[in-house]
């Protein structure tokens, strides 16, 4: 469950490649090859499908107010007739005057639903939590381990998220503790799981200078595993498609491998 392969251009006809005997279903003259690795897992596709549904809306609604920080009905009916909304069009004129070409701009600004809270056992399983207390207890109790001022943020600009790998010179890693504390010893806010849950959930609002990246983390949030140890999450591009995976604090963090940053006001 730790490493979920997903891409909005994916259909539900595909799935994981997993193998398995197939059979055959001839209708109107055409074989059809039916198998396991044909089949999605519903729930996990359904659950994703709803996510980006939300998503939708509410840049819609964000539209409503600003049409350059979010989606139009324009936009909408482009993606029904499964054209892109963003491509370059020419604005119709008067015949008397020379066209204009204008090019809608994608929207930067990624609204957060704060309504809802970051479930680590959709992700991870039974057991995992967010981290509670100081990070030489065992985690499960006091105030959970977030930083305070990203929970208060419902809407993030991507434009302004800036990466940090918080190394010095020379240094080619550093030891996830000691990097937490230079993180959090920097006035900059760190993106939390539910910006990576977001994202997650819809895609094409990842920053696309990104997919050069090693690791893009999120030390928001620090998280407990069932054993007691403390984890971040972190998103990464590989082969054409976005992945999520989660990273030990008591492991090394190399250069490649940032934190997801936005300057505080």
């Given at each position: 469950?730790?490493?979920?392969?997903?891409?909005?251009?994916?259909?539900?006809?595909?799935?994981?490649?997993?193998?398995?005997?197939?059979?055959?279903?001839?209708?109107?003259?055409?074989?059809k090859v039916v198998g396991p690795d044909l089949t999605?897992?519903?729930?996990?596709?359904?659950?994703?499908?709803?996510?980006?549904?939300?998503?939708?809306?509410?840049?819609?609604?964000?539209?409503?107010?600003?049409p350059g920080?979010?989606?139009?009905?324009?936009?909408?009916q482009?993606?029904?007739?499964?054209?892109?909304?963003?491509e370059t069009k020419v604005a119709v004129q008067k015949p008397t005057r020379t066209p204009a070409i204008t090019k809608p701009?994608?929207?930067?600004?990624?609204?957060?639903?704060?309504?809802?809270?970051?479930?680590?056992?959709?992700?991870?399983?039974?057991?995992?939590?967010?981290?509670?207390g100081s990070a030489d207890g065992l985690g499960?109790?006091?105030?959970?381990?977030e930083d305070q001022r990203v929970l208060a943020l419902t809407q993030i600009d991507l434009a302004e998220v800036r990466l940090e790998n918080t190394l010095r010179r020379r240094e080619g890693e550093v030891q996830g503790e000691e990097r937490l504390r230079?993180?959090?010893?920097?006035?900059?806010?760190?993106?939390?799981?539910?910006?990576?849950?977001?994202?997650?959930?819809?895609?094409?609002?990842?920053?696309?200078?990104?997919?050069?990246?090693?690791?893009?983390c999120f030390d928001g949030t620090i998280l407990r595993s069932p054993g007691g140890r403390r984890y971040v999450l972190y998103l990464y591009f590989s082969g054409g498609l976005w992945y999520w995976n989660y990273s030990p604090l008591s492991g090394g963090f190399y250069t490649p491998w940032p934190s997801a940053l936005l300057t505080a006001a």
């Open positions: 469950m730790n490493n979920f392969e997903s891409s909005l251009e994916t259909t539900p006809t595909k799935s994981g490649g997993q193998t398995g005997q197939s059979k055959e279903d001839t209708a109107m003259g055409e074989t999605p897992d519903w729930e996990k596709w359904l659950d994703k499908e709803d996510g980006i549904i939300r998503e939708i809306r509410r840049q819609f609604r964000l539209g409503l107010k600003d920080k979010g989606l139009t009905l324009d936009h909408g482009t993606f029904v007739e499964h054209r892109n909304p963003f701009t994608l929207p930067q600004i990624l609204a957060v639903d704060r309504s809802r809270k970051f479930d680590p056992v959709l992700f991870f399983g039974v057991n995992w939590t967010i981290w509670r499960l109790e006091g105030e959970e381990d230079r993180l959090k010893a920097l006035a900059d806010i760190r993106l939390d799981a539910l910006v990576f849950q977001t994202l997650w959930e819809i895609m094409v609002l990842i920053p696309k200078s990104w997919r050069r990246v090693g690791r893009v």
